[in-house]
């Protein structure tokens, strides 16, 4: 069964400092992964994807993250956080050949002035 | 591209009555849809995988006579939340990928949700 662990349920750092938000996942099949986020009353919207090609994913708005199968990791970062970037970030795999997603439980990203 | 609706956004009711969910994919057809529900400060939930013309499949724990899908075209799926009492108050979001492709490869596209209150 797919599970996906997300480190940390609050990260708060300083505008412009870098945006580190953690996620492992365990899954029995090569995954497919993806972070997700979610402003206030709001649905989610697709930060990035990996699919099993370039291991290192960029997505929108600065955001990028690298898949590291040997350490079952999904960690999504930004170099400069911006104050616009304050959300509910999620990390979610599936398996392939299957819709289903399966959500971490969440992180709550806070930008400092 | 890519867009989901969903609609109403928000909706008070009294308790005993029953509310219509409705979701729609604007600019893809989805022969896939999913409901999820989410609590304040928490992750999401999946409680249903909606097909196109034919029955929901529930996820464990989920009561189906609570919450009637219903999946009529590529293009539309809806929630009935029967007889709402408090306890089923929560926001409700809804997610479809692009029925074309294969699915998993294919990211869900998610409506803005619906944030249920009942009285």
């Known amino acids: 069964a797919q599970s996906v662990t997300q480190l940390g349920s609050h990260v708060s750092v300083s505008e412009g400092a870098l945006v580190l938000l953690r996620c492992n996942y365990s899954?029995?099949?090569?995954?497919?992964l993806f972070w997700y986020v979610q402003y206030p009353n709001q649905g989610l919207q697709l930060l990035l994807k990996?699919?099993?090609?370039?291991?290192l994913v960029k997505g929108i708005n600065g955001f990028e993250a690298e898949f590291k199968k040997s350490e079952t990791s999904f960690h999504l970062t930004k170099p400069s956080a911006h104050m616009s970037d304050a959300a509910e970030y999620f990390c979610a795999v599936s398996e392939k050949g299957a819709q289903k997603l399966v959500f971490g439980q969440g992180t709550r990203l806070t930008i400092n002035p | 591209g890519a867009v989901v609706s969903q609609h109403p956004s928000w909706v008070i009711c009294k308790s005993g009555t029953s509310v219509k969910i409705e979701c729609r994919s604007l600019?893809?057809?989805?022969?896939?849809m999913f409901w999820y529900r989410q609590f304040p400060k928490q992750s999401l939930m999946l409680m249903a995988t909606s097909n196109e013309g034919s029955k929901a499949t529930y996820e464990q724990g989920v009561e189906k006579d609570k919450f009637l899908i219903n999946h009529a075209s590529l293009t539309l799926s809806t929630l009935t939340v029967t007889s709402a009492h408090p306890e089923d108050s929560s926001f409700y979001i809804c997610?479809?990928?692009?029925?074309?492709?294969?699915?998993?490869?294919?990211?869900?596209?998610f409506g803005d949700g619906t944030r249920l209150s009942i009285l």
């Open positions: 990996y699919t099993s090609a370039a291991t």
């Open positions: 899954s029995s099949v090569p995954p497919y």
């Open positions: 997610s479809a990928a692009d029925g074309l492709q294969e699915y998993s490869n294919q990211p869900q596209h």
């Open positions: 600019d893809f057809q989805a022969t896939t």
